[in-house]
Structure formats: C-alpha cells, structure tokens
C-alpha cells in the first residue's frame, strides 16, 4: 500500500515539476488522496492546526493543505523521512506561500507555519531511516561514508 501512494506523490511531484518548468501552462494541483491515513492522524493534524492560526486560516482557504497535512501525519514507516518532506512541500509549494493560487494565504507567515508542522508531524526516523542519522552517531574523527 505504502509504495502506491509514494508513487502517488512521485506522479504529482513530477506534474509539478513540469508545470513549473514554464513548457506549457499550469495544470490544477493534484493532490493524491489521505483515505488510507488512520484516524489518530486525524485528531492529530486538527489538534496542531488549532495551535497555529496562520495555518488554521491557510486551511479554511486552501482545504487541500490539510490532506498534505494527513499524508504527513500518516504513522506508516517511510524509505526515507527527508524524501517525504520534500515531497509534502512540493505538493503544497502552490497552495500555500509565494507561489499560492490564492491571495489571502500568499504570504511566507503562512508557508513557514506550514512547513514547521510538516516537520513536526512527520514521522522520526525508523530503523529504516535511521542511516540519514548515522554522522550524528559518529564520533568527530570518524570518516562517515
């Protein structure tokens, strides 16, 4: 299931990408879908969206940014938790910011308490992921490859 919906995102990123490209005129964003997020993830995004109103009124206008927020907070272990992050503000780069289809929330007050909850709501590294931690392991006279 996880591998469908990082395809999911990988499609809509590389959309992006080549609607950024400045080829041809922009397509609507496309935001894959947050059904498979557990309920918890939920009560978890709507929890944190309270505790920042810059994002609360980025929502109400843009609702799509609350399902980045759920493909966020979805507890499912990722390959790699940098990939996923990048991935979350690529798909919200149009929604929320200098890039916003819409005025009211084209400001970086709004894309920076964005972009500080996707980090929070994201999943620390797993075992998978831990690798991306390794230099922190490492002591300072340790070659880290």
Known sequence: ??????????NALQELMDDLSGDKPLQPVVIP?????????????DAIVEQYPHLQQAVTVEPRLRTVLLIAADPEPRENRWISY???KRLAERLVGWYAEND????SSHYDAFIEVIDALLPQASSRDGRDDEWLLSSPDEEVL
């Open 1 to 10: 299931m996880q591998d469908a919906n990082e395809m999911k995102i990988h």
């Open 33 to 45: 879908s947050a059904d498979h997020v557990p309920a918890i993830a939920h009560t978890r995004v």
């Open 86 to 88: 990048e991935a979350c």
């Open 104 to 107: 009211a929330i084209r400001t």
